[in-house]
Structure formats: C-alpha cells, structure tokens
C-alpha cells in the first residue's frame, strides 16, 4: 500500500530554490515560520486562496459588466440589439475612458489609430474592457447632448440585489462613491493577485467613499500585524466581494454560496488550515494504473488523510486529479 504514496524531498527543494528564499522570507518573518519548508506550505496557501479569490473576482467582473453593458444600452445607444447597443459612444466618457474603448475598436498602424473592420460588436468591446474601466464609469454626469446622467434608475437596475430601492438614494453623490470603492477594492484584490503579490500582506482598511475636495478618506482599522488579523481581514473582504456578487445578481450569489469553491475559501480562511498547510507534506502521488483493487486505493487514501498531505492522483504519466486531504 504504501509504494502507492511516493514522496518527494528533491522537487520540494526546488521549489524553494526555485521561488528564492528571499521570497519566502516574507512568511518566516510574518506567520514565524521555522525553515523554508513552512514557508513553502504558507507560500501554497496563499497561492490556492489567491487562486480561489481571482475566481471569485472573475465572475464578479462578468456578472458587473454585463449588469451595466444591460442598464446603459436601454437608455443610451443607436448600434445593436435591445440591451447591447453602443451607448459608450452617446455619453461624455473621460479621456482614459475613451481610450479603454479606443483600445478595443481600433489599432494601432504606424503613428495612426485606425477603425477595425469589421466595427467590433457592443459586447465585443464591453468585453473587452478591463475590471478598472467600471469604477470609473460612475464619474460620467452627461451624455453627448450635456444631458445629466440619471444614476438613480441606471444603478437600481445595476444593482437589483442592494437593500437600497429608491432611485434617490443612489442620485446621492456619497453611495455611488461608497460604491465605487466597493469596485475598486475588488479591482485592486484581482490586480494583486495577477501581480502575483500576497494576498495577506495587506495595508490600513480604508472607509468606503472617496477622497474629494483634499479630504483623504478615513481609516478604518489598522493593517494586520498577526497571522490571525490577516484571516480576519481577508474573509471581510472576500464577504464584501461576495456581497457585491449578492448586489449584482441574487441568483448567481445563491449558486456561488452553495458551490465547491465558496467552500473551499472558508476552509482556506481558517485558522486551523493555514497550520495545516504550514506543516503540510509535499504532494503524494498515487498512480491508478498501479493499483491492485479497490482496498489498496482506500489505504492510501486514508493514509494521506491521516498525514494531511495532498495527493496527485494519475493514470500512468497523465495528472488527471488533485486530492487536498485535511480530515483522518
């Protein structure tokens, strides 16, 4: 049973050498890890919860888009269907804005910015924009013909899951700045991770609204100095994307909430799991043509299990599966 479990000591190693030991000395100094091996295991734990966090950012982001593309084509646009027009060529869009759009429906030759033929399509350009063009949407107060912008209907359209339903309130200059840096905390978690940054070393929490008039916005609570601050910290924020998710589409957030990677955040977010991982093995493997029976599976199985040591499952040289056992 047990030749089905082959460590690994030698591709440890290399992964230490590999991410340098500079890197991981971030996680000997915060969470005290003794050697670079729990360094390593912190270091996989912040790259699965990062993993998770980007997945969850990501369907936020479709979901957005798709919410605002829906409520400005019904009121502005003249190309395309019900629901998918042009409208970000009726509205006075800021000159960053407009370049965001000028990067999707045109190209670049020489010196010159050229029209793409074909014209690329409304939810061709809208999904083409980045996470950071949303944010910065609710700056828009006109449209072309120096007609305000009536936030109020646009956003509780946007926003059909918010506990706020009074177009009112969303008129108010204040909870659409509340909202902004809402989008914006999401747009700079997802930025991080694709910058490959730690998710947990994270700074002062900032209230939610924006700095006007030379007024920098308040903090709200100091940057984590404990491991445990750090998890505290990181299921606020992931409840906020979450909530946001909720704010967007009540449907989608339902699923979300019952789905394997939901789970897989908050067992990430315990206490708990981050020892785990701090103490954790290096992947198993357990190859399937190998195994005489059924029995001899479920023993090494357990055996993992017992260890708390991941498993990569195979079927001879093809990786077809990954086991992460937490419980005996």
């Known amino acids: 049973m047990l030749k089905l479990i082959k460590g690994n000591p030698a591709g440890n190693l290399a992964h230490i050498q590999a991410l340098s030991h500079a890197r991981l000395s971030n996680y000997r100094s915060f969470f005290g890890a003794t050697d670079?091996?729990?360094?390593?295991?912190?270091?996989?734990?912040?790259?699965?919860?990062?993993?998770?966090?980007?997945?969850?950012?990501?369907?936020?982001?479709?979901?957005?888009?798709?919410?605002?593309?829906?409520?400005?084509?019904?009121?502005?646009?003249?190309?395309?269907?019900?629901?998918?027009?042009?409208?970000?060529?009726?509205?006075?869009?800021?000159?960053?804005?407009?370049?965001?759009?000028?990067?999707?429906?045109?190209?670049?030759?020489?010196?010159?910015?050229?029209?793409?033929?074909?014209?690329?399509?409304?939810?061709?350009?809208?999904?083409?924009?980045?996470?950071?063009?949303?944010?910065?949407?609710?700056?828009?107060?006109?449209?072309?013909?120096?007609?305000?912008?009536?936030?109020?209907?646009?956003?509780?359209?946007?926003?059909?899951?918010?506990?706020?339903?009074?177009?009112?309130?969303?008129?108010?200059?204040?909870?659409?700045?509340?909202?902004?840096?809402?989008?914006?905390?999401?747009?700079?978690l997802r930025n991080r991770i694709a910058h490959h940054e730690p998710i947990w070393k994270l700074g002062p929490l900032m209230v939610e609204s924006r700095s006007r008039h030379g007024s920098p916005v308040a903090i709200q609570a100091p940057a984590p100095t404990t491991p445990a601050d750090a998890l505290n910290r990181l299921r606020m924020l992931y409840d906020r994307v979450t909530e946001l998710l909720?704010?967007?589409?009540?449907?989608?957030a339902a699923k979300h909430k019952v789905s394997d990677m939901h789970l897989r955040c908050l067992n990430l977010l315990q206490i708990d799991t981050l020892s785990d991982f701090r103490r954790a093995l290096p992947p198993a493997e357990i190859d399937l043509a190998t195994v005489p029976n059924l029995r001899s599976l479920r023993k090494a199985l357990r055996y993992a299990a017992r260890r708390k040591q991941p498993v990569l499952i195979k079927d001879g040289h093809r990786l077809i599966g990954h086991l992460t056992c937490t419980t005996p």
């Not at 060529?89 to 020489?110: E, N, P």
């Open 36 to 188: 670079d091996g729990e360094a390593l295991g912190l270091y996989q734990w912040n790259d699965d919860l990062s993993a998770v966090l980007f997945r969850t950012i990501s369907l936020v982001e479709v979901v957005l888009r798709n919410q605002f593309h829906h409520a400005m084509s019904q009121r502005y646009g003249a190309v395309g269907g019900q629901g998918s027009k042009d409208w970000y060529a009726h509205v006075a869009l800021s000159s960053l804005s407009k370049s965001k759009i000028m990067d999707v429906t045109h190209y670049k030759q020489g010196q010159q910015l050229l029209p793409r033929v074909p014209t690329p399509s409304p939810d061709d350009v809208v999904s083409g924009l980045t996470f950071g063009f949303w944010p910065r949407l609710l700056d828009l107060t006109v449209d072309i013909h120096q007609q305000p912008v009536a936030w109020g209907p646009i956003l509780l359209d946007v926003l059909p899951g918010h506990r706020q339903r009074q177009a009112s309130y969303w008129a108010k200059l204040k909870h659409r700045d509340a909202l902004f840096a809402r989008l914006d905390l999401c747009n700079e």
């Open 246 to 252: 909720g704010w967007l589409s009540p449907a989608v």
